[in-house]
């Protein structure tokens, strides 16, 4: 599937033909002086991204978002705690020469310290915990770095 367009042209102005959601996974590590937070992203192909998934009928975008976390980086559903709304995104790609108008709601979703992750190997190459800094150099989408940055600021107090 070709990569999706993540230029300033939106479906904002359209009704999205797929709703998806997902987030931004976080533990903590450390203590004392040195505690702070990793982020959990995902590698499909060459491009590092949020875990995130369809919208299934009957879900809202909150239980969707948990539901692919769990399923996309191997974390118990029990495990995961909703925290915050994040910034969303709206972007076009195409697929079988069909414009896909597509919608994604991000959640900021904590995990205990020490979480591993084990990846959904037919839908992701790779899942990875890493700084902020590392995640927002890796990102290959917009929506991905403005997700985490508004995730680093919250978790920061801000």
């Excluded at 359209?14 to 987030?23: F, I």
């Excluded at 976390?69 to 191997?74: D, F, R």
């Excluded at 709206?90 to 020469?97: E, K």
């Excluded at 709601?105 to 591993?116: K, Q």
């Amino acid at each position: 599937m070709p990569a999706p367009s993540r230029s300033p042209r939106s479906s904002r102005s359209r009704r999205p033909s797929e709703v998806s959601a997902g987030g931004v996974v976080v533990r903590p590590f450390g203590t004392g002086g040195r505690a702070g937070w990793e982020v959990a992203l995902i590698r499909v192909g060459d491009r590092w991204s949020l875990p995130k998934g369809l919208v299934e009928a009957g879900e809202n975008p909150a239980t969707a978002a948990l539901r692919e976390v769990a399923e996309e980086c191997g974390i118990p559903l029990a495990a995961l705690t909703l925290r915050d709304p994040l910034p969303g995104s709206d972007y076009v790609y195409r697929r079988d020469s069909r414009l896909v108008f597509k919608h994604v709601d991000h959640f900021l979703i904590e995990v205990p310290a020490a979480t591993p992750l084990r990846h959904q190997a037919d839908e992701v190459d790779e899942a990875e915990w890493m700084s902020f800094e590392a995640a927002l150099s890796r990102a290959s989408f917009a929506d991905t770095a403005a997700a985490l940055r508004r995730a680093r600021e919250l978790l920061a107090g801000g």
